[in-house]
């Protein structure tokens, strides 16, 4: 399999109004501008530093999401050009690309990223924590950013009914925050577990391997 058919097979798979979200990380410049030149726009990286470099060697109009888990002091080095922060994991952090985003005269849209997955490991808001920011944004804190939706990642297992339970908890803190505002993303799925969160509401989806092939690590 190529690039070229994966891309269209991945496609075909999702209906008109999902998004996606073609993830790059570890994967040369090459391929993405391959898979740009099909007409895929939305990219997403989970390292800063690889971002950073290859972002200026790419077209200007492809919008980057940051996908992975933010370091405070990174944020300044995206700031300037970053679509969508879909890993929103604390208000420590959401203050600080507020203030990196009003420097650059922006508004930078954000995921909270909400921990669903029943394994230890995963970055994330509990409910709780991702209501409270919620309530902050609404009452007009933070001018320069728009939270836009909701990310999350279900547990590594081939247990499709646990995986549909987790994306379902997402789903339904989703309606409730959307009474209270429009909101646009529910990002949840990826290559292997995609089919399972749009059955379960996710309207973008973050592919990488199924398009791009396996990552490796060891370059
Ligand atoms: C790497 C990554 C993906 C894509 O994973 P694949 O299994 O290669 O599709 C999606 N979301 C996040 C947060 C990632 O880090």
Same mark, same amino acid.
Request: charged share 25%; proline share 2%; hydrophobic share 40%.
């Given at each position: 399999?190529?690039i070229?058919?994966?891309y ?9 109004n ?11 410049v090459?391929?993405i501008?391959?898979?740009y030149d099909l007409?895929?726009?939305?990219f997403?990286?989970?390292k ?8 200026p ?8 999401h ?7 002091n990174k944020?300044?080095?995206?700031a ?15 203050r600080? %690309?507020? +203030?990196e985003?009003a420097k ?6 954000? @995921?909270?990223q909400? #921990?669903?997955? =029943? ?12 209501k409270?920011?919620?309530?902050q ?11 836009t939706?909701?990310m999350?990642?279900?547990?590594f297992?081939?247990?499709?009914n646990? %995986?549909? +339970?987790?994306?379902?908890i997402?789903?339904r803190?989703f309606?409730? @925050?959307?009474q209270? #505002?429009?909101? =646009?993303?529910l990002s ?9 969160a749009?059955?379960?509401g996710a309207?973008?989806v ?7 092939g ?6």
């Amino acid at each position: 399999m190529n690039i070229q058919e994966n891309y269209s097979t991945i496609k075909k798979q999702l209906p008109e109004n999902v998004q996606l979200v073609a993830v790059s990380k570890t994967h040369p410049v090459s391929a993405i501008q391959e898979v740009y030149d099909l007409g895929q726009r939305v990219f997403g990286e989970n390292k800063v530093q690889e971002l950073t470099e290859k972002y200026p060697l790419l077209p200007k109009d492809i919008q980057w999401h940051l996908i992975g888990h933010l370091q405070t002091n990174k944020v300044k080095y995206i700031a300037e050009f970053i679509d969508t922060i879909q890993s929103v994991d604390s208000e420590k952090l959401i203050r600080e %690309i507020n +203030k990196e985003a009003a420097k650059h005269n922006r508004i930078i849209k954000v @995921l909270l990223q909400v #921990k669903i997955a =029943e394994e230890e490991s995963k970055f994330g808001l509990d409910i709780h924590e991702a209501k409270s920011i919620f309530e902050q944004f609404l009452s007009g804190e933070f001018q320069n950013i728009n939270i836009t939706g909701l990310m999350g990642m279900a547990t590594f297992t081939d247990d499709v009914n646990q %995986i549909k +339970k987790e994306f379902l908890i997402l789903k339904r803190l989703f309606d409730e @925050l959307n009474q209270l #505002k429009h909101l =646009e993303t529910l990002s949840m799925g990826m290559s292997d577990d995609f089919p399972a969160a749009i059955e379960c509401g996710a309207n973008s989806v973050r592919v990488g391997s199924a398009i791009f092939g396996r990552r490796d690590y060891s370059k």
